[in-house]
């Protein structure tokens, strides 16, 4: 149960003095639910602010204040148009205050003509006259308030204003508890960081890193803690011992012979699988290095031992693609290989869930259907998951629950993650690394080129389709979900290549129904269909060998190791592939070092250290690509330099100040419940 003290922090933010249903809405919007999202909601930046007498003194650009008399107001008739009050600086100076939308009434209740108030914001020139638009500040009294204040920016949603929020965090930060330390007395020393609570209000107050590293490394912390306790809780419990005898392996009748890196963590997983603690391992392999083979041989070994295996895919089309190869590939060996998704209806599902629980099923590849409650196995004891950012800690606790003892658990990953990350995700897991190719997958040869080139390219195209061959057209990404100007762009170019190819050409996108989705990849898939086009709904699992062009537009908004999966799309038959990134005019420093990354590497594991190193300047998290790290306070920076550390303290925790147990073990215990990692603790008590 939570630690009573945490309960202020876990109150409603509608407990907050002016919060009604009007505000609840856009503060959950931003994820501000409780007053501990209130209080953890970190400024972006801070404005520090120049006092001026005159306008002359300021540069455009430049965050002031300045005493203005409000001489005339001027509204508009196109509701799209500014509502400007026109004042006066000491020496005269015409300066417009510009307002859109509704703000315009508080233009008329805060400036009445004649009256005199100390105005903070940004000065800007439109046109021929200097403005602030939507000033931060209006008072009457004051200005000196104004200037020494050096003011947090907050992220905002439709709704909020930043004094409106500025004043929420105030009422946040002081419903704080006073919390014991969790932290190991000597690293806190070392890094002399303030206590929780102190550090807490100073990242509001303005720059302080000892309070931000403070606090990131806090939430580092309660990850790491709990995946050791995951681990630790995994040990205990009692799986199944497995050891297959090699009669199904013994038939495999595979197209190529292991590469070194495949029968090294083929031997790694019969090792865990042999154990009676449930094996929990991370499989990491490059794009095309062959995850699916090794994922097969580990649910064999399960077959032969008598028990039953199942691989849990993220979406419908990829269970579809694992089913159709490892049912293809295990039919020599007599295992029973079934597909279970939450559209299969009637008999044919009916038949399957018997087949389940009547063992004559071996393996069964699905979505998350295969563990409804509905879903019984006679002796289910080996889990493959592939995808694994998808699956969070607590989805992979859950199937924990659906053998008779706990299963053995394999985690694939599309792509490698960085070291720091995979520590920071996969805390609890073993790692095996897949860092050699298949003999004869030949190399994708990479080109970068501008927008401009696109009309030759369509013709390199016609050539391709001539050949028979088929090609991928991967549409700019503006947001991580596909939204109107995703869809708009997809849709542009599709009609374009459409009006060159007909019927050749077909479309995918995020909003489309799943039927309409699947029913698109299904035409290109069977060679129907020669061009793709796509938003990144295709970054995953698409296996075409036929298709040897990858064309990636705007590719500069792509992250390496997502234009690297794309990448991996191609590549995957006997003929010479190629992937051509198309950027726009301009390119940042980090987008031109990340597109000759691509041309000149094609090893995953050196482009995802690349590309952690490229995003790591500073930038939030959560505001990428998703699925890269479960954090919402720490940057990549301070992930890189902290979690090592973080790591090394929750192992000490662990092993020699007695885990949960004692002082600092209870201080942790309410570290976990705060940033509600109690699934740890949770494990402990279950386990």
């Not at 004043?167 to 960081?193: H, N, R, Y």
């Amino acid at each position: 149960m939570r630690p009573e003290v945490l309960n202020p922090l876990f109150a409603e933010a509608e407990t907050l003095d002016g919060v009604g249903p009007k505000l609840k809405k856009p503060l959950a919007r931003l994820g501000l639910l409780r007053i501990k999202d209130v209080a953890y909601h970190l400024p972006e930046r801070f404005v520090s602010r120049r006092a001026v007498e005159k306008v002359d003194d300021a540069g455009e650009g430049e965050n002031i204040v300045l005493k203005l008399n409000v001489t005339e107001h001027r509204g508009s008739r196109n509701p799209r148009a500014p509502y400007r009050v026109l004042a006066q600086d000491s020496v005269g100076n015409v300066l417009a205050l510009s307002y859109f939308g509704r703000a315009s009434y508080t233009a008329k209740k805060q400036l009445p003509v004649g009256e005199t108030r100390w105005v903070a914001g940004k000065l800007e020139r439109y046109g021929d006259m200097l403005q602030i638009v939507h000033p931060d500040h209006v008072v009457e009294e004051g200005g000196d308030t104004l200037q020494r204040l050096c003011e947090p920016v907050y992220r905002l949603s439709e709704g909020l204003t930043q004094p409106r929020l500025s004043g929420l965090v105030e009422q946040a930060l002081s419903k704080l508890p006073k919390l014991a330390e969790w932290i190991e007395p000597a690293q806190l020393a070392k890094a002399d960081w303030p206590q929780w609570h102190a550090a807490l209000k100073a990242a509001h107050k303005g720059e302080d890193k000892s309070a931000r590293d403070r606090l990131a490394y806090d939430e580092l912390l309660a990850n790491s803690l709990a995946l050791l306790l995951v681990r630790a809780d995994n040990r205990r419990r009692r799986g199944q011992a497995l050891q297959g005898d090699g009669s199904y392996r013994g038939k495999l009748d595979l197209p190529f012979p292991l590469t070194g890196a495949q029968k090294r963590s083929i031997a790694e997983i019969e090792g865990d699988m042999a154990q009676e603690a449930p094996m929990l391992r991370l499989l990491q392999g490059d794009v095309g290095a062959g995850k699916t083979v090794v994922a097969l041989e580990a649910m064999l070994i399960a077959v032969e031992a008598g028990a039953q295996a199942a691989l849990l895919a993220p979406t419908e089309i990829l269970a579809r693609q694992h089913y159709e190869s490892l049912r293809r590939m295990a039919e020599p060996t007599g295992a029973q290989v079934a597909l279970l998704t939450g559209r299969d209806k009637g008999k044919a599902r009916e038949g399957t869930l018997m087949g389940l629980l009547d063992g004559s099923i071996d393996i069964v590849v699905g979505t998350h259907a295969i563990f409804q409650d509905k879903v019984a196995y006679r002796n289910l004891a080996m889990v493959v998951i592939d995808e694994q950012h998808r699956f969070g800690v607590g989805q992979r606790l859950m199937l924990a629950s659906k053998g008779r003892r706990a299963p053995h658990v394999l985690a694939m990953t599309a792509t490698p993650i960085p070291r720091t990350l995979t520590l920071a995700q996969y805390g609890e897991l073993d790692v095996s690394k897949l860092d050699e190719l298949p003999p004869g997958r030949q190399a994708i040869d990479t080109v970068v080129m501008g927008q401009d080139r696109i009309p030759a390219l369509v013709e390199r195209l016609a050539a391709q389709f001539a050949e028979g061959r088929q090609a991928f057209w991967v549409c700019p990404m503006v947001r991580e979900i596909d939204g109107p100007e995703e869809i708009a762009a997809a849709e542009a170019r599709y009609a374009s290549l459409k009006e060159r190819f007909g019927d050749d050409v077909v479309m995918v996108h995020g909003q489309l129904a799943p039927e309409q989705k699947d029913a698109a990849m299904e035409r290109f898939a069977r060679g129907e269909a020669r061009l793709l086009v796509a938003t990144t709904v295709i970054e995953v699992g698409v296996d075409v060998p036929n298709a040897t062009l990858m064309v990636i537009e705007q590719a500069e908004r792509f992250g390496l190791a997502q234009l690297h999966q794309l990448r991996g799309r191609v590549g995957r038959g006997s003929e010479k592939s190629f992937c051509v990134l198309l950027h726009g005019e301009t390119l940042s420093e980090t987008a031109q070092k990340r597109l000759a990354l691509m041309r000149e590497s094609q090893d995953g594991f050196l482009l995802a250290e690349e590309d952690l190193k490229l995003r790591g300047g500073g930038e939030l998290l959560g505001t990428r690509q998703s699925g890269d790290t479960p954090f919402s306070i720490a940057t990549f920076e301070q992930i890189t330099e902290l979690l090592p550390k973080a790591h090394d303290d929750a192992r000490l925790l662990m092993e020699r100040d007695g885990g949960l147990e004692g002082k600092r073990g209870e201080a942790a215990r309410t570290l976990l419940y705060l940033f509600e990692r109690d699934f740890g603790v949770k494990t402990l008590r279950g386990g």
